[in-house]
């Protein structure tokens, strides 16, 4: 039981952190709650939820809710249930729950019985642990969506990793919401511009892609999550085929329960929001480390951004015939552009680029981003490199060009490929190499092989509509060695 002087010098210690304008902020949430929770004398049943991705953002987010959380029970001797759950993916390294187990011990969350610590795995909801393995389900999931994004993408940043991850982070929220009873409120760091913004490019989404949303429109999160499942759909048909009932159920996006909506509240105009004017908040009093693999780019809370810079050097290397390092820093331009644009300190943009600096670091970042690919998606660079040049899509069309220049000794055989590709033939040695070099199984080959690489100009690709959507995105001049010819291409990453 936490006693009033323990809750009071763990306040003090938080606010010693916070500016005069954080404090006010805090009085301001409380007195949201207040009303909303119907009086001071409800409080105790009332319940808040945080989504916690461990990174510098959400850390604010905790710690933020966390002062409010105790400052109602200084002022009133009652306070709210504080739930905060954290998603995961194969993405995220175990640096990431270090960072949020220190956190919690320092906000003295991890024993107190008005906190609930929740760690969700795709459909499996856990209390927290730091030490809880990952299930091999998860992993399973997602390493067979970036497969199939990657080769529909040729690997391209944000298709590869996090269309097929955003849909699961809704799917979090109408999991996490309404587990066990549900929470009355949700608690973010966005502006409410953003929401109306992210919510409304959803609704556009699903009506291009024929999901009636005028009967949802104004009924709250559980409408948004309802667009989502049918956005999801849609790109879960697109990435695997029309007959893909398993992977659609594998995927369906939770919209949990419209009879017991939570309500929405925002910090955002009430607090400096940015890494500078809470750096030694997060730093100094919380602990947290931006960990080397944690902290890819504009992430502290998964490692995949340093695989995109990594595909980019393998695409130029393999695929354009350029050097591994041309694309990487064709990647760490557009990392630094988002970076900015997300105004980050300038000593996190030089730590995170700065690794990349002379011919000796850019070879340990490409050790370490190979050594995560195959840790986090169990993935060689034969696969990596297969991705990129994504040779099984249009019936195979950059086969040929993929086993010319990554293969030569496969060259004969290319007929047998081709034959099991279509699906005429199962000649096992054929069979095998095809799924040993591109980690996919024969069937998954097969519907690659009926499907197109993504025409990022075409409106009726769900693929595309995401992309076209999304401002993660830059584009680059490169030149073709082979004939001196200068391409225009857009990246994406984070």
């Known amino acids: 039981m936490n006693t009033r002087e323990d809750d009071r010098a763990l306040f003090d210690g938080l606010a010693c952190y916070l500016s005069e304008v954080e404090l006010a902020g805090v009085d301001a949430i409380g007195a949201k709650l207040v009303q909303a929770a119907g009086g001071v004398d409800e409080l105790a049943d009332y319940k808040v939820m945080v989504a916690y991705g461990g990174g510098k953002d959400s850390t604010y987010v905790v710690a933020f809710v966390r002062a409010v959380q105790l400052r109602l029970r200084l002022d009133h001797d009652r306070t709210f249930v504080m739930r905060v759950a954290n998603m995961r993916h194969a993405g ?14 320092v906000l003295g969350l991890l024993d107190d019985e008005r906190a609930e610590l929740l760690t969700v795995d795709h459909t499996e909801v856990r209390p927290f642990r730091r030490d809880l393995p990952m299930p091999d389900r998860l992993r399973a999931v997602n390493r067979l969506d970036v497969l199939m994004n990657g ?41 409410r511009r953003e929401q109306a913004l992210y919510a409304a490019w959803i609704r556009r989404l699903a009506v291009e892609c024929g999901i009636d949303v005028a009967s949802t429109r104004g009924m709250g999160f559980g409408a948004v999550l309802t667009a989502l499942r049918g956005i999801g759909e849609a790109y879960v048909r697109e990435l695997f085929g029309e007959d893909s009932a398993a992977e659609l159920a594998e995927r369906e ?31 100094d009093f919380l602990g947290f480390r931006f960990d080397d693999l944690a902290f890819s780019f504009t992430e502290s809370d998964c490692g995949n951004p340093s695989l995109m810079a990594h595909l980019r050097g393998l695409r130029a290397r393999y695929v354009a015939g350029r050097t591994y390092e041309e694309g990487v820093t064709e990647y760490l331009r557009l990392a630094e552009q988002l970076m900015r644009m997300k105004e980050m300190p300038d000593e996190l943009i030089r730590l995170a680029t700065g690794r990349y600096g002379t011919p000796e670091g850019m070879a340990e970042r490409r050790r370490i981003a190979e050594e995560f690919a195959g840790d986090a ?54 069979v095998a190499w095809l799924e ?55 990246i994406s990453g984070r």
């Open 151 to 191: 080769h529909r993408s040729a690997g391209d940043g944000r298709p590869t990793f996090c269309n097929s991850c955003n849909l699961a982070v809704a799917d979090f929220y109408g999991r996490v919401v309404w587990w066990r009873g549900g929470v009355d409120a949700v608690m973010t760091g966005d502006s």
């Open 253 to 283: 996006v939770s919209a949990g329960d419209p009879s017991s909506e939570p309500v929405f509240m925002s910090i955002y105009d009430l607090v400096g929001y940015r890494v500078h004017d809470h750096w030694k908040l997060i730093v």
């Open 92 to 105: 995220v390294p175990q640096a990431v729950m270090d960072n949020i187990d220190r956190v919690y011990r």
């Open 377 to 430: 998606f169990d993935l060689s660079e034969d696969a990596l490199v297969a991705m990129v040049f994504s040779p099984f899509t249009d019936g195979g069309e950059r086969l040929r060009a993929f086993l010319e220049r990554c293969h030569p000794a496969r060259l004969g055989d290319e007929p047998a490929l081709r034959a099991v590709l279509r699906g005429d033939s199962d000649d096992p040695d054929a």
């Open 436 to 490: 040993g070099v591109s980690a996919l199984s024969v069937a998954r080959l097969r519907t690659l092989y009926r499907s197109a690489l993504v025409d990022f100009h075409d409106k009726e690709s769900m693929i595309a509509r995401v992309r076209a959507g999304d401002p993660h995105k830059h584009r680059v001049q490169t030149v073709d060695p082979r004939n001196g010819q200068r391409v225009s291409e857009v």
